[in-house]
């Protein structure tokens, strides 16, 4: 009999035990699901946490190293393809002003304007003055302003040549304004007018002194939509073979700029 009584005593002691080992996990299981769907806490808090911490570094690495602004004032060549390009004789040098506003590390906006020369020299019969050869030298004045945005590269990872050269892509949007004057011939009008262009490429921004000068070079394609560029008539009268069916063609700049910044 007192073996069969500690039996008893010992099944009822370990299943005792075994249920409140159960009870206490389930307790703690709830206990955790609660503070996951707590409405008053945030599942995500950990990562916004981290995320906000990662910002608040970044910013102040940028205000610390980074650039605010950039005036640049510098000179360069524009010149043209196609038939443009053919009928065009280019002036060196070519200008170029504007201001930048860096937003981060990375992007930034850049407005400003650049003018440039060109000459074209008529000693043919055209469409337009089919008898006539002495129109001469026209003089070809062009304004356009800009706005641009740049994207810079990631460039901590490369060599140290790479990454002191700040290379960036740039985008723009154009207006093409043009005077051409009769340079040799006052008594025909002078012509004005504009179209709407573009500029796609690439620059580079080397330090001269960190954070406060930098030498500049960048060179861009400008598909543009000239004023002139449907006119037919340079083109070649019924007794010539030489002249310009139309003024079309793209526009290439190279430009060398010296950057203050703050």
Not at 59 to 82: C, K, L, M, Q
Not at 152 to 160: E, G, P, Q, V
Request: hydrophobic share 35%; net charge negative; glycine share 8%.
């Amino acid at each position: 009999m007192r073996v069969i009584a500690l039996l008893f005593l010992c099944s009822a002691s370990f299943w005792s035990l075994n249920t409140y080992s159960q009870t206490q996990v389930s307790d703690e299981l709830l206990n955790e699901m609660d503070d996951d769907l707590n409405i008053g806490g945030s599942i995500f808090s950990d990562f916004q946490e981290d995320v906000e911490s990662s910002q608040i570094l970044e910013d102040e690495r940028f205000y610390r190293y980074g650039r605010f602004f950039s005036v640049n004032a510098g000179i360069g060549h524009t010149t043209f393809g196609g038939n443009r390009g053919s009928a065009y004789e280019d002036k060196i040098p070519s200008f170029h002003l504007s201001v930048t506003y860096f937003m981060n590390f990375t992007s930034a906006v850049n407005f400003g304007l650049e003018y440039s020369k060109h000459s074209m020299f008529i000693d043919f019969q055209s469409r337009r003055f089919p008898s006539r050869t002495d129109i001469g030298t026209i003089d070809i004045a062009i304004i356009r302003p800009f706005l641009a945005y740049r994207y810079y590269f990631d460039t901590s990872n490369l060599n140290s040549i790479f990454s002191y050269s700040n290379p960036y892509f740039a985008a723009r949007l154009e207006y093409w304004f043009q005077t051409s004057t009769f340079k040799d011939q006052p008594s025909i009008d002078t012509e004005k007018g504009g179209g709407v262009g573009a500029g796609l490429g690439f620059g580079l921004e080397f330090p001269l002194e960190f954070k406060k000068r930098y030498l500049g070079l960048e060179a861009l394609i400008h598909p543009v939509s000239y004023y002139d560029a449907d006119v037919t008539g340079w083109g070649p009268s019924p007794t010539t073979k030489i002249g310009y069916d139309d003024l079309k063609g793209l526009g290439y700049t190279v430009m060398l700029t010296f950057n203050i910044t703050w």
